[in-house]
């Protein structure tokens, strides 16, 4: 079954540590993204990414980076410069040159950092 | 830049009643409009999307929407609610290359 997977489903990390989510899909998308969810608001967008070894910023990049070096995968890190980590992540891909624009999701991961 | 607002972060309805989450957009150009369900800790399905054509949509598990350019609305419906449809519905709308998403609304259905 074609989908997309992240893991860990839980990441526990210590403050000032780096932590790397995994994105991977297998829907041969083009584009990719990374959200964030927070309590009681909507999910608001991090990077993206529309094709291999290309990808933009999106409203609130700062503290995280991500590379994009295989059409599959697109892995986030959460560097030490985010001040506030602890949410809940979401990757999603969808098919460049569709005018439907409809966006698949993964489950999720949810980082706590204490 | 593109915006979407949900009316009503809680939602609160009797099982059988009617089922309505509002949604407004603004944009310049002809949206296309989603309506996506989380389920605790899950990530988002799709429910229905508006691109082009018939105005009114009808999506998966009951709920359908009506796309109104004159109210810049797209608000989501369902005739009869099922305990089932407890979860949160977020509001999309595509441009530039990026959804853009309301802040969701918390459907809660009373036994």
């Known amino acids: 079954d074609g989908g997309i997977t992240q893991s860990p489903k839980y990441l526990f990390r210590k403050e000032g540590q780096n932590v790397t989510l995994s994105c991977e899909q297998n829907?041969?998308?083009?584009?990719m993204y990374w959200y964030r969810q927070d309590p009681g608001q909507g999910l608001r967008l991090i990077y993206y990414s529309q094709i291999v070894n290309d990808f933009q910023k999106g409203d609130i990049a700062e503290g995280y980076s991500v590379s994009r070096e295989k059409k599959e995968s697109f892995p986030l890190t959460v560097t030490s410069a985010q001040k506030n980590p602890t949410a809940f992540y979401l990757c999603?891909?969808?098919?460049?040159?569709?005018?439907?624009?409809?966006?698949?999701f993964g489950p999720g991961t949810r980082l706590t950092v204490t | 830049a593109q915006s979407v607002t949900q009316l009503g972060s809680h939602v609160s309805v009797s099982e059988g009643a009617l089922v309505l989450l509002r949604c407004n957009y603004s944009s310049s150009v002809p949206p296309y409009l989603f309506w996506y369900v989380q389920y605790p800790n899950q990530g988002l399905q799709l429910l229905l999307k508006?691109?082009?054509?018939?105005?009114l949509v009808k999506g998966i598990n009951g709920f359908e929407a009506e796309f109104k350019k004159s109210e810049t609305s797209f608000h989501l419906t369902k005739p009869s609610a099922h305990m089932s449809d407890a979860a949160e519905y977020f509001c999309a709308s595509w441009g530039s290359n990026m959804l853009t998403f309301g802040g969701g609304t918390r459907l809660m259905v009373k036994p």
């Open positions: 508006y691109t082009t054509g018939a105005t």
């Open positions: 829907l041969n998308h083009d584009a």
């Open positions: 999603a891909s969808t098919t460049d040159g569709t005018i439907t624009y409809e966006q698949y």
